[in-house]
Nanobody
Framework: QLQLVESGGGLVQPGGSLRLSCTIH????????VGWFRQAPGKEREGVSC????????RYGPPVKGRFTLSKDHAKNEVYLQMNNLGPEDTGTYYC??????????????WGRGTQVTVSS
């Protein structure tokens, strides 16, 4: 049973950067697909990025491709989302996710509680 704990959210001005972290407890992240979802108020949940356990690199949703980077640190059992050139449209709650299957996928077995990102001047 995995527990995912996000950190790193906050308030940032448009054009700024944030790095989100996700610490995975309960098992090694090796063998799991990991990623990030986000949800803005009044909007549906949206997949941001994922790194499949069967692929060599991460995938990104069109709205964030070229601006966000997903990375992993196996030694620390952590997953990161580096977010650059943020805009108000990136505001929302960001959730770390993990699953033993491949990604992208709609449903993940494990979710963190989320961290709030607000982009505003």
């Amino acid at each position: 049973q995995l527990q995912l704990v996000e950190s790193g959210g906050g308030l940032v001005q448009p054009g700024g950067s944030l790095r989100l972290s996700c610490t995975i407890h309960g098992s090694s992240l090796a063998g799991y697909s990991v990623g990030w979802f986000r949800q803005a108020p009044g909007k549906e949940r949206e997949g941001v990025s994922c790194w499949s356990n069967r692929e060599a690199d991460a995938r990104y949703g069109p709205p964030v491709k070229g601006r966000f980077t997903l990375s992993k640190d196996h030694a620390k059992n952590e997953v990161y989302l580096q977010m650059n050139n943020l805009g108000p449209e990136d505001t929302g709650t960001y959730y770390c996710v993990a699953d033993s299957g491949t990604c992208p996928r709609i449903e993940y077995a494990y979710w963190g509680r989320g961290t709030q990102v607000t982009v505003s001047s």
